[in-house]
């Protein structure tokens, strides 16, 4: 049965980036996928996507990394991308190009993609292995991805109480309430995810599972690990030459 109360990636979209400005381990996740991403030999005209892009605390990171290359922030939440486009307008970044459409909705052509990232976004999409062969038939051959998703359902107290003493270290009792009181959308979101994984709406699986999902899709596995305290898989991989 279908959970009643459903993520509201728009209302998320308001305080998602408290994420990347306290939270350390989405922090360290950022970094981690952006070390592999650094590795991608990328020429001038070459087109790459975030799929599932969000905020854009990846597509705007990557599209300022690789000037020349055209990045293409993919997400179907109108709140997510107003978030995303706001922060580009701070930085103006010509090559970065928001599609406001599901993964579903979008057709780019075959082999037209350089590489690309889908971070902690497939679990959410209606059919996560058609987004898996989708992502693979837009890579040509030889080019490079790095996907993350989350697999396991998050147990809230471990989390919290985790994120509480890094705060409280970082900043002291009185700003560490008032950022989980500022935060408390977060976690509301975060909970209806939960009861979503927990009901089968949104996928979950272990490492092996994920690695076989990827593989199932035509990538071969470059490197794979856990990430995310052990809640989320990485993969890089590639489409054979
Ligand atoms: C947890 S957020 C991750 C955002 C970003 N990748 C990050 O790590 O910061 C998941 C994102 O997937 C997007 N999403 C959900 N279903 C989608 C679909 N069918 N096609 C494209 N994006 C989708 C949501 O709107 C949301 O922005």
Sequence with gaps: ???TQTVSWKTYAEKYDMLLAYNPYYQQLQQEVMQ???KWKIQPGDQIADIG???GNYSLTIAEHFPAATVFHIDNDEGMNAVAAGKKNLAPLPNHRILSSGIEEVNLEVGALRALVSIHALY???NPQAALEKMYAWLEPGGQAVL???GRIVNVWNWQLALGSHLIRRYGLRKALEIFREGKE???????IRNLQKDGTFWTHSHKEFCEAVEKA???IQASRTTFRGISDLVVVRKER
């Design 36 to 38: 592999e991403v650094k």
């Design 148 to 150: 993350v998703d989350a």
């Design 124 to 126: 959410t999409f209606p």
């Design 53 to 55: 892009a969000g905020t």
């Design 186 to 192: 977060v976690s509301r979101q975060n909970a209806y």
């Design 218 to 220: 035509g990538f071969e």
């Design 1 to 3: 049965m279908p959970s």
